[in-house]
């Protein structure tokens, strides 16, 4: 399984902006499915956005027009660009891998269908 290390989270005001980066310890872009979750305290871990290996994209209505996955090939790593942090936002961050060289369905967003994970990273949105 390929490994993963989140880092970028802090903490903002509202309406501020956030990057997070996802490293992968090996080649990803063109042949893992690749996700941001959070998980709130208390609450089940959900689906943020998410990128397949043909470079589709999935986002939850919640953060649709204010975060943007991305991916940076040469440095084998993910993105997630959050712009307008709401208090709502406010979560441990994960980065979900998933091997689907051959899928070219929609990127699913639901946590049990990426086996490796990162350890995450804390984001806190304050008003």
């Known amino acids: 399984q390929v490994q993963l290390v989140e880092s970028g989270g802090g903490s903002v005001q509202v309406g501020g902006s956030l990057r997070l980066s996802c490293a992968a310890s090996?080649?990803?872009?063109?042949?893992?499915?690749m996700g941001w979750f959070r998980q709130a305290q208390g609450k089940e871990r959900e689906g943020v956005a998410a990128t397949g290996a043909d470079g589709n994209t999935n986002y939850a209505d919640s953060v649709k027009g204010r975060f943007t996955i991305s991916k940076d090939n040469a440095k084998n790593t993910l993105y997630l660009q959050m712009n307008s942090l709401k208090p709502e936002d406010t979560g441990m961050y994960y980065c979900?891998?998933?091997?689907?060289?051959?899928?070219?369905?929609?990127?699913?967003?639901?946590?049990?269908?990426?086996?490796?994970w990162g350890q995450g990273t804390q984001v806190t949105v304050s008003s």
């Open positions: 090996r080649y990803t872009y063109t042949t893992h499915c």
């Open positions: 979900g891998a998933r091997p689907c060289f051959a899928y070219r369905g929609p990127v699913s967003l639901a946590a049990e269908w990426y086996p490796s």
